[in-house]
């Protein structure tokens, strides 16, 4: 069997995980689950080492719990975490250098995951608080303003997080809508694989929110330091592009610069 790595996608509910990682497994010497009996075929489903109920990943409130916030020297920083793991998702993967799991709830576990498999990388996904706000308030009853500084408060856990990961990429949703060929180069070249023609005709699911809430200057203020501002507005923004190879990085950087030239 191929040694294999992990890559983890992790991201607030609703924005844009899913699709992320469809186009990670669609990159040469990538495998992802596929058609698992299980939500978006999420892999945090198909494992018992690290209890997962409805309380546990819950939209608009995981992401600040506390007890959900896994990292290395934590009660699940141990072999047989790591051991049940690997047992528990390797049915449901192809044979492949790469394995792309998605959840979620990654978001506030790739410290301990980087614990339990050194090598693997992170892509952190971000979407426009006002739209993810709307968005998943056909899941639960919380008004948009919490829901934004939920998602505000969230992100200032990762940004603290991101400093300890060796491997770790950002990529918005929005500039995947925008231009998927310079989005699935970076991604590539941060797995070190070759790319392949990105999907064309992605629908721009913020389009459906316009209007629907608006970040209170305050909030747009911290919002800023993700390129977000207030009426869905995006500005550019460099990103994070982390890795112990100075190649990789390079290599990222180069792939976004050409591609968003063509």
């Known amino acids: 069997m191929t040694p294999h790595r992990y890559v983890f996608v992790g991201g607030l509910h ?14 040469p010497g990538v495998s992802a689950i596929n058609a698992a009996p299980v939500p978006e075929n999420e892999g945090v489903y198909l494992q018992g080492a690290i209890p997962h109920t409805a ?28 051991m049940r793991l690997e047992r528990d998702w390797a ?11 998605k959840s979620p709830v990654n978001l506030t576990r790739m410290r301990l995951y980087q614990q339990l498999f050194p090598l693997s990388q992170f892509v ?35 940004r603290r997080d991101l400093a300890y990961l060796h491997a770790v990429i ?9 231009n998927p060929t310079a989005t699935l180069a970076r991604l590539a070249a941060f797995l070190d694989v070759d790319t392949v023609p990105a999907p064309q005709g992605i629908r721009d699911g913020n389009l459906d929110y316009a209007g629907t809430g608006t970040l209170f200057a ?13 009426g869905l507005k995006v500005s550019p923004w460099v990103g994070v592009n982390s890795h112990p190879l100075r190649r990789i990085v390079e290599n990222v950087e180069a792939a976004a610069g050409r591609e968003a030239l063509t």
Do not use: C
């Open 14 to 27: 609703r924005s844009g995980t899913s699709l992320v990682a469809r186009v990670i497994g669609d990159l």
């Open 55 to 82: 309380r546990h990943g819950m939209p608009m409130q995981f992401a600040t719990d506390p007890a959900q916030h896994h990292k290395e020297g934590s009660y699940f920083d141990r072999l047989e975490t790591q």
């Open 91 to 101: 049915p449901f993967f192809a044979d492949a250098p790469w394995r792309v799991e």
């Open 124 to 158: 952190v996904v971000t979407r426009h608080p006002e739209a993810v706000a709307a968005a998943t308030s056909k899941w639960v009853d919380i008004d948009h303003d919490t829901m934004m500084d939920h998602w505000l408060d969230a992100h200032d856990i990762v």
């Open 170 to 178: 950002t990529v918005r949703y929005e500039d995947l809508i925008a």
């Open 218 to 230: 305050s909030q747009a203020e911290r919002a800023s330091e993700w390129g977000y501002g207030p």
